[in-house]
């Protein structure tokens, strides 16, 4: 049953960095302990994930703990039992422990393997692989006649309420990379909220470390030109700059164009279920007023990822609460947040303060 349904999750919904992969009923999960061995020593081996019965061509891991004591190895099946060679990933490792890697392995649908093989006799070392996705390589590129929203018609919308801005770390604070190719101007009339599907953090420091390793991951992994999403926030409630608003972001698979997208840090879907904290919502609702005020964002062009898309992205518990998010203006600050979605839910029973002219 469990099998069924995993299998299910990988063959129906990606995430924004591509299809999610699943090993041994571990949901991407998967870890070994400390070792000492010789070089050479295969350490680790994730053995065949479920079958993914879409085209792919490349491969990204990410996780904790791996080093240059370690080479990774990634194989596909062909679907018939038989495995093609192993092929040794890019590994790329931050200062706070996180890594990713990748390959890229030629076109064709089937299972995926992962393993790990000394390169260091002697070392000691652990490592935590927290998402694997597959994906067909696509660099950002230009693509105005794909995306939509060039058919954007001006709304009735007015919202009147001047809404503060809220603090946002900025790009400096975070050593952002400068971006290796410029992004189209952007005019914003479109909210797309997202999950990173990636580790919660705790601390802004921990936090703005993750962010430029996000940045790495999505410019070196994916090839994209710079951070996709325009703003991240943290368990903490901490908002920091992504990619600069004014211009186009790369979150939204064709519907990029005039679209903000904000990303909650953590993975709100399960089988990971992580809890949206109290102070995370109340950045996203700060955040979300501010910016529909400045740019007359109306509440119907403030949706979640999956509302484009087969994606599991921005998670169960973030979509279910995203009609409360539309309602900005009946919001009332300090309001308590019990971390439960559903007694969130049921504690936010208040009526829709926007004009009966306001699209929906
Ligand atoms: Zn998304």
Redesign the pocket.
Known sequence: MAATLLFFLNSAFA??IGWPVFFNNHAGFSSFPPSNSNKGAVLYDSGPSFEINHPWDSALISGFGAGPGIILEFARSDGQGHWSNWKIGSLHVFPQGRFWAKVSIGSGSGALRVRAVSNDPGSFFSMEVIEAAVFIHSPEQHAVSADSGASYQPASFKQNLAWPKPLIHSRREWHARRPIHPSAPSHPHYI?I??TAGIETHSLSSTLKEVRFIQDFQMNGRGWWDIGYHFLIDSSGHIIEGRPENVEGS??EGFNKDNL?I?LMGDYNPPVDDHLSRAQMKALVALVRYLSYKYQISPNRIKG?RDYDQ?A??GDEVYALLPRVRELDSWRPPLEFPNQTSALLSHLKQPILWDASSPR
Do not use: F, R
Request: aromatic fraction near 0%; charge should be negative; hydrophobic fraction near 10%.
């Open positions: 995430e924004d797309t997202h999950h979150h939204t997208g990303a990822h994606t992205c921005p």
